[in-house]
């Protein structure tokens, strides 16, 4: 008989801390994953470097955290990015402190993170590591009783009966549908009356309408993205942002992602303004170029372009302003307007913004308000947050202290 104290579904990086530190307490666990590996998001976080966290205090980490950055203080304060730090560098994982304060493994491997925490997996002798076990519904028996009703590799075309006293839905979001997020657990939860929050792509990227495919390729660094909604600016960020065959993208892209991927779901025109030269007023800019124009004598516009972006930009960027000259320069270069028409989907964003709704879910120990002995953490909760390291911190913390609350409730 399948029998645990606490089954824990979802083997991402909420899904392993959840079941190591419920192991911690002494206390029977299945870790049930649907793929063939635990861990197969972790491998595409940081374009393969895996960004494990920002080192910033909660003061400026709760910053960039949505929608509500109260409920994850809890979270954060039992297992936050510092004990996060100390628990990979005590088990032999070296990390780094990189530009933005964030944290990646000193070998800049993705794999080394996982690697990692699947060997601290395997040293508990009361974690089953289950593979290839994809769960197809959870029921609730007399005597409170979870049953995970799992179709494994076995070859039987049925499922196998898990039984456990807690149970913890680590299944993540519907980002990476290839790396086994799917919405099972959206699903499972709704099975429970639990309400999901609508479901929308985040830090992802936006699709200008037209784009000139002549931009895929090319960062821009040290510019200013304003996010502009109805005619109102509505964000403002600098730093560096990519054209991608997806659209407009890199840190600052995805920074606006969430808002503008709201603000198209309702219908509202959305357009991006790029600031090529955010450190300088429009009337230092035309001092400058005065300067170097010589008093505005005759100029070839195209090579003096080459001076102040990319060279691969130019063409572009003329074509998009096709009134352009050297006395409107300042305001074109600190006025580059792309209309956003769409996004990139769940195939290849990031995160999942929404998800079980928060209200539902006791802050302190990740509890189901309706259903004692339900626990939820990761992605699956109605909780996201910025590029940077704050989304795997969402799910350690939020793994760890559902693991623990879990076990230390029996």
């Given at each position: 008989?399948?029998?645990?104290?606490?089954?824990?579904?979802?083997?991402?990086?909420?899904?392993?801390?959840?079941?190591?530190?419920?192991?911690?307490?002494?206390?029977?666990?299945?870790?049930?994953?649907?793929?063939?590996?635990?861990?197969?998001?972790?491998?595409?976080?940081?374009?393969?470097?895996?960004?494990?966290?920002?080192?910033?205090?909660?003061?400026?980490f709760k910053l960039?955290?949505?929608?509500?950055?109260?409920?994850?203080?809890?979270?954060?304060?039992?297992?936050?990015?510092?004990?996060?730090?100390?628990?990979?560098?005590?088990?032999?994982?070296?990390?780094?402190?990189?530009?933005?304060?964030?944290?990646?493994?000193?070998?800049?491997?993705?794999?080394?993170?996982?690697?990692?925490?699947?060997?601290?997996?395997?040293?508990?002798?009361?974690?089953?590591?289950?593979?290839?076990?994809?769960?197809?519904?959870?029921?609730?028996?007399?005597?409170?009783?979870?049953?995970?009703?799992?179709?494994?590799?076995?070859?039987?075309?049925?499922?196998?009966?898990?039984?456990?006293?807690?149970?913890?839905?680590?299944?993540?979001?519907?980002?990476?549908?290839?790396?086994?997020?799917?919405?099972?657990?959206?699903?499972?939860?709704?099975?429970?009356?639990?309400?999901?929050?609508?479901?929308?792509?985040?830090?992802?990227?936006?699709?200008?309408?037209?784009?000139?495919?002549?931009?895929?390729?090319?960062?821009?660094?040290?510019?200013?993205?304003?996010?502009?909604?109805?005619?109102?600016?509505?964000?403002?960020?600098?730093?560096?942002?990519?054209?991608?065959?997806?659209?407009?993208e890199g840190a600052?892209?995805?920074?606006?992602?969430?808002?503008?991927?709201?603000?198209?779901?309702?219908?509202?025109?959305?357009?991006?303004?790029?600031?090529?030269?955010?450190?300088?007023?429009?009337?230092?800019?035309?001092?400058?170029?005065?300067?170097?124009?010589?008093?505005?004598?005759?100029?070839?516009?195209?090579?003096?372009?080459?001076?102040?972006?990319?060279?691969?930009?130019?063409?572009?960027?003329?074509?998009?302003?096709?009134?352009?000259?050297?006395?409107?320069?300042?305001?074109?270069?600190?006025?580059?307007?792309?209309?956003?028409?769409?996004?990139?989907?769940?195939?290849?964003?990031?995160?999942?913004?929404?998800?079980?709704?928060?209200?539902?879910?006791?802050?302190?120990?990740?509890e189901s308000k309706?259903?004692?002995?339900?626990?939820?953490?990761?992605?699956?909760?109605?909780?996201?947050?910025?590029?940077?390291?704050?989304?795997?911190?969402?799910?350690?913390?939020?793994?760890?202290?559902?693991?623990?609350?879990?076990?230390?409730?029996?």
């Open positions: 008989m399948n029998k645990y104290e606490i089954i824990v579904v979802g083997g991402g990086p909420a899904g392993m801390m959840a079941a190591y530190f419920a192991a911690k307490e002494g206390k029977k666990v299945a870790l049930l994953e649907k793929k063939e590996s635990c861990g197969k998001k972790i491998l595409l976080t940081g374009k393969g470097r895996c960004n494990i966290t920002n080192n910033r205090s909660w003061e400026e960039h955290i949505h929608p509500d950055s109260g409920f994850f203080k809890n979270s954060f304060y039992h297992f936050s990015n510092e004990a996060l730090v100390k628990f990979l560098e005590a088990a032999g994982l070296e990390i780094e402190v990189q530009r933005g304060e964030r944290i990646f493994p000193a070998s800049q491997k993705s794999a080394d993170v996982r690697d990692t925490l699947l060997n601290e997996l395997k040293k508990m002798p009361n974690i089953d590591l289950l593979p290839n076990s994809e769960v197809m519904s959870v029921d609730l028996v007399e005597g409170g009783t979870f049953v995970a009703n799992v179709m494994n590799d076995s070859g039987l075309i049925k499922c196998e009966p898990y039984f456990s006293d807690k149970l913890i839905l680590c299944t993540g979001g519907l980002s990476y549908p290839a790396t086994g997020s799917s919405g099972d657990g959206y699903r499972i939860a709704k099975s429970f009356r639990h309400n999901i929050v609508e479901t929308t792509p985040s830090l992802t990227a936006l699709k200008p309408s037209p784009y000139n495919f002549f931009l895929v390729g090319v960062t821009l660094k040290n510019v200013a993205l304003n996010l502009v909604i109805e005619g109102n600016v509505v964000q403002s960020e600098q730093g560096e942002l990519s054209f991608t065959s997806g659209g407009i600052l892209g995805f920074r606006v992602s969430r808002k503008a991927v709201k603000a198209l779901l309702k219908g509202s025109k959305v357009g991006l303004v790029i600031d090529l030269k955010p450190g300088l007023t429009i009337s230092q800019l035309k001092d400058r170029i005065t300067r170097d124009t010589l008093g505005g004598k005759k100029v070839d516009l195209k090579k003096y372009l080459q001076k102040l972006m990319p060279r691969q930009v130019v063409d572009p960027f003329i074509a998009m302003n096709p009134d352009i000259s050297i006395s409107n320069l300042p305001i074109k270069l600190k006025n580059w307007k792309f209309d956003i028409k769409g996004y990139v989907g769940y195939e290849r964003c990031v995160v999942t913004a929404g998800g079980v709704d928060l209200g539902e879910v006791s802050r302190k120990t990740l309706i259903v004692p002995g339900l626990y939820f953490a990761g992605e699956i909760l109605d909780l996201d947050g910025d590029t940077g390291g704050y989304n795997l911190q969402i799910a350690f913390s939020t793994g760890a202290l559902a693991g623990y609350s879990a076990a230390i409730a029996m």
